[in-house]
């Protein structure tokens, strides 16, 4: 499936964080390390990102592979920003090829990229959802339920599919959240900002692993994991 990845903190070229660590998305984008569904992440790629002054994020996405991206290669050196979200695709059979399909998804302030899979049956028809994609629905349900209330969205989700796979990671441009849910997130905490990433982006010794089926949360008062499911 896909990997996806989040930084809050100093800012940074959107090439230092997406296309020049030693296991960046570019390469996971062909060689991930920790990838449970799925090989490769060829079938579009999308970042989106926040400047000063402009609340609402940028957003560049593409339905071609990350690597084949002359043009975002040439640009990212001199693009900064403190609070990115980044996405390569390995589209879910069945699912529409489009860049529409493509993560991440906005809203308004917000960004969400959903690595994973849904029964599209489980999730309310949407006419806000960017595609008819079953991570652009999730995305509008937890775009049109709210921020606060991703962790009950995602267990009615998972209630109604119970073999569904829900990371999520969502930001709002002043701090990150993030759901395990069947597959692998870990994160690196730096006096400079935090990432979370699906996996490790460089060997960095401080990354750790998130548990499954935990809510991530990072903001200006630190970091906050909390288990999402009732303890039995
Ligand atoms: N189900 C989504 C899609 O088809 C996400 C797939 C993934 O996580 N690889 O794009």
Known sequence: MCRHLAWLGR????????????????????????????????????????VPGRAEPARWRSARPLWSDASFASVAPVVNSGCVLAAVRSATPGMPMEESAVAPFTDGRWLLSHNGRVDRAALPPSRQAESACDSALLAALVFARGAARLAATLREVAALDPAARLNLLATDGTRLLA??????????????????????????????????????????????????????
């Open 11 to 50: 800012p940074r070229t959107l090439a230092d964080l997406v296309l020049d660590p030693p296991s960046s998305l570019l390469v996971q984008s062909w060689a991930p390390r920790r990838q449970r569904y799925g090989v490769v992440n060829a079938d579009g790629w999308g970042v989106g990102f926040y």
């Open 179 to 232: 759901t395990t849910w069947g597959d692998t997130l870990s994160i690196l905490t730096t006096p400079e900002g935090t990432a979370l990433a699906s996996e490790p982006y460089d060997d960095d010794g401080r990354w750790c692993d998130v548990p499954d089926r935990h809510l991530v949360e990072v903001g200006p008062d630190g970091v906050s994991q909390t288990p999402l499911e009732e303890p039995a």
